[in-house]
């Protein structure tokens, strides 16, 4: 989808934005503000939200997501491949269990490998937004306000409308 974040002085353009883009008729999938963390969160139309709130602004969120996704895979594999390990060798590491207590232990274990994996493996993969998102952190620590706007596939903003605010700098998010 593609996503445009819009850096601006005040909330006022933000809001006559968002008026003025729905009065056109863009259909719009998302549309989140960020406040500076001086100003309040809600007044007006749009309710401000933080920072740290919306996730296509904050790595760790990206991240976290990323993991949960990775280890949805990774911990069946894991479980498969300690099973599978612990019946084709010939070590009898916990035969005190049993037969079937020794292959459900290399199971666990390997379900284990399996969740250390996905964190390892969701923190080594950076964000293609990352360069993006830091511009946009040095933009809200300055005080400015974030608008982030996100459409369908395909169509773009209307950026007469756009340039009407003035905005100080545009920033393009890559496709999520």
């Known amino acids: 989808m593609p996503v445009c974040v819009l850096v601006l002085n005040e909330r006022d353009a933000a809001e006559s934005l968002v008026t003025s883009l729905r009065d056109a008729g863009t259909h719009l999938l998302r549309v989140a503000l960020v406040a500076p963390d001086a100003e ?15 996730d296509l602004l904050n790595p760790s969120l990206a991240r ?6 990775m280890s949805r895979w990774l911990m069946p594999f894991g479980f498969l491949a300690g099973a599978t390990f612990t019946q084709i060798t010939t070590l009898d590491t916990f035969a005190r269990f049993g037969t079937i207590g020794e292959v459900v232990i290399g199971g666990l274990l390997g ?7 996905s964190y390892a493996a969701a923190a080594s993969v950076p964000s293609d937004n990352e360069d993006g998102v830091r511009i946009l952190r040095n933009r809200h620590k300055e005080n400015s306000w974030l608008l982030l706007l996100e459409t369908r596939p395909g169509v773009e903003l209307p950026w007469t409308l756009v340039q ?13």
């Not at 545009?170 to 999520?176: A, K, M, P, T, Y």
């Open 111 to 117: 379900l284990g490998s399996g969740l250390m994996g």
């Open 64 to 69: 976290n997501r990323r993991q949960r996704s």
């Open 164 to 176: 009407k605010v003035r905005p100080q700098q545009v920033v393009r998010l890559s496709e999520l």
């Open 40 to 54: 309040p969160t809600s007044s007006g139309g749009l309710t401000a939200e933080r920072m740290d709130d919306v």
